[in-house]
């Protein structure tokens, strides 16, 4: 083999393949400002005809949430008919450095009324 070919195989970059449970119509609110996840809605909606998005957040980011699903129901998104299906709640309980946490975590469903 080429040893040229050989070093350039060795020491080329592939991209790593990201696995995650994250489905299309998903938004996790996190710490970005408010309206890009404002705007992911809208595309959701809107551009890719989603009839069911799911809002969630985890901890201080609940309220975030909320207010957003309140906004693309009734300031953004009100023409397209919008309801909050269903509310859901969970505590997540990990270990971090031997030590017990419990965060709570919130899941909305907005859907288009028929």
Known sequence: ???AKELKET???KPTEHKTNIKENEIYVGSKPFMKYVRSA???LRT???NLIIIRARGMNISK?????ESVK???CNDLNLSISSIKT???QYM???RDFSVSSIELTLSVKV
């Open 1 to 3: 083999m080429d040893l």
């Open 65 to 69: 949430a909320v207010d957003l699903a």
């Open 42 to 44: 809208e595309i959701l």
């Open 90 to 92: 969970h505590t997540e």
């Open 96 to 98: 971090k450095d031997n």
């Open 11 to 13: 020491l080329s970059v």
């Open 48 to 50: 890719k005809r989603f």
């Open 74 to 76: 009734n300031k953004f």
